[in-house]
């Protein structure tokens, strides 16, 4: 099994749909973080959080919140969908210890039509 | 964060090194560079990362300059599998926000 997994993996939604991807990790690490992948383009970091209590955003915070709902539990949700935010999201992970050594999910292809 | 700038593309031939440079030049004394690649759509993976020393470990070598105002990444023996997209990537060791830029493609041909 994956050590950081996200579901869905796919995802086909509508314009105004509320929509949750999901993230949980077996790393054990403290800090998790959010980031979406246009085409062609680099990563940009949404939210990111250092434990269960701090939770910050990023450089693309609106229109997206975040849950930290346990330690392995990072939870993004697009309260009312849009087209643009049709992309791909990856979760990551990374230990305080070794804080710029992050471990990516496989990522979660959002469609919104 | 500093910022960085890499070429957008390069070529390699299987089996020699391939050489992915990346200029930092407003680096600060506490930035460290880090380097990710990312295969085709896949989440990025860690491959290393440097203060001033140069570092090598299994997947690559780093290698900053004495001003730490440019890296180079070194891959030794270039395989079609690393055929990737490499970021450089500058950022304080207790980071909080990684900046992944575009990147270099990086594509090794038979």
């Known amino acids: 099994d994956a050590d950081v997994t996200q579901t869905p993996r796919n995802r086909i939604t509508k314009t105004g749909k509320r929509i949750m991807l999901e993230c949980s990790q077996t790393k054990g690490h403290d800090r998790m973080y959010w980031y979406r992948q246009d085409p062609g383009l680099g990563l940009r970091l949404i939210y990111y959080?250092?434990?269960?209590?701090?939770?910050n955003k990023g450089e693309i915070s609106d229109g997206y919140s975040v849950s930290r709902q346990a330690q392995a539990k990072f939870s993004l949700s697009l309260e009312s969908a849009i087209p643009n935010q049709t992309a791909l999201y990856f979760c990551?992970?990374?230990?305080?210890?070794?804080?710029?050594?992050?471990?990516f999910g496989e990522g979660s292809r959002l469609t919104v039509l | 964060d500093a910022k960085t700038t890499q070429p957008t593309s390069m070529d390699c031939a299987e089996g020699r090194a391939a050489n992915l440079p990346c200029n930092h030049s407003t680096i600060s004394g506490n930035e460290y560079v880090y380097w990710y690649r990312q295969i085709h759509s896949q989440g990025p993976q860690y491959i290393i990362h440097?203060?001033?020393n140069n570092e090598t470990n299994e997947m690559a070598s780093l290698i900053i300059t004495e001003d730490r105002k440019s890296s180079t990444l070194i891959l030794p023996h270039a395989t079609l599998r690393d055929t990737a997209v490499y970021y450089c990537?500058?950022?304080?060791?207790?980071?909080?926000?990684?900046?992944f830029g575009s990147g270099t493609k990086l594509n090794v041909k038979p």
């Open positions: 990551a992970t990374s230990d305080s210890d070794r804080p710029g050594e992050l471990f």
């Open positions: 990537i500058v950022g304080q060791y207790n980071f909080n926000k990684f900046y």
């Open positions: 959080s250092f434990d269960v209590k701090d939770i």
């Open positions: 440097g203060l001033k």
